[in-house]
């Protein structure tokens, strides 16, 4: 699915497209803002059920980053914190001063290292299937993983998705920004984020095993780990109302937070 109302934007020379909720002036005083952050390869809409619950009590901000979904391809090959650079400057200039970043796959990089640019930006960090796995950081195993989440742990419409966002990213983009999905220290970099962080899986997901994210949570100052009950890799599609309500109650058990629109 999509979602409609996209609007192009563009920082730092790269190109991408925002889909927003609410604009800030016209949010509820108070409530919460998201910002999701979708992995390599997809696009926005393997997020839109999970933008659509949550906006139901919150001010959702989703992207499609330079090179995948609708998005026109950059001419060099990307880093994280270019991406994270590239998020910060759009939601500055729609007028967003706080937000949770949740990510995904390798979304959660650009989550994490948008809370080590902008601290006063970002209240807190969701790592969705966090990757890439310390223990299993080769090319060879993240897609014998990936391929078994998808025959095993996804649904035909979900695998839809997600398979034709990757065609339309197109094969020499996908192996460009590879490595650098590859190569990013995030355990590392966690442990670096002075912010709350929750680490989120499906307990059917081959992808974040249950060691590498709790590892991960452990290495965080102030981390947390959760799961979802019968999901795959995917579970912010496939159980989107559960993937909300978790983190929705988990910004609202952590003391310390100051999260207006």
Not at 6 to 19: A, F, I, N, P, R
Not at 97 to 115: C, D, K, P, W, Y
Request: proline share 5%; charged share 20%.
């Amino acid at each position: 699915m999509a979602l409609n109302g996209g609007q192009d934007v563009e920082y730092g020379g790269l190109q991408g497209k925002l889909y927003a909720s609410a604009l800030p002036a016209e949010g509820a005083a108070g409530r919460p803002a998201y910002v999701l952050l979708h992995g390599i390869g997809v696009s926005h809409r393997y997020l839109a059920r999970l933008h659509e619950e949550l906006a139901r009590i919150a001010d959702v901000y989703t992207l499609d980053l330079p090179g995948f979904g609708k998005s026109s391809r950059p001419g060099r090959q990307l880093q994280v914190a270019d991406y994270a650079s590239f998020v910060k400057g759009v939601l500055a200039e729609a007028g967003v001063r706080n937000v949770i970043a949740v990510g995904h796959s390798m979304g959660t990089q650009f989550a994490v290292e948008l809370a080590l640019q902008e601290p006063e930006l970002v209240a807190g960090t969701v790592l969705m299937g966090p990757v890439v796995d310390d223990g299993r950081k080769s090319v060879a195993r993240q897609a014998l993983a990936l391929t078994r989440d998808a025959m095993f742990s996804e649904s035909l419409p979900c695998n839809a998705i997600v398979f034709s966002d990757y065609f339309r990213a197109g094969l020499r983009w996908y192996l460009t920004e590879l490595p650098v999905m590859m190569e990013y220290p995030l355990r590392d970099k966690v442990a670096a984020v002075p912010q709350p962080v929750l680490v989120l899986r499906g307990t059917k997901d081959p992808i974040a095993q249950r060691p590498w994210c709790e590892a991960l949570a452990d290495a965080a100052q102030h981390g947390t780990m959760a799961e979802i009950l019968g999901q795959g890799h995917v579970f912010q599609h496939t159980a989107p109302d559960t993937a909300a309500e978790t983190i929705s109650g988990w910004v609202g058990a952590v003391k310390g937070f100051d999260i207006t629109a």
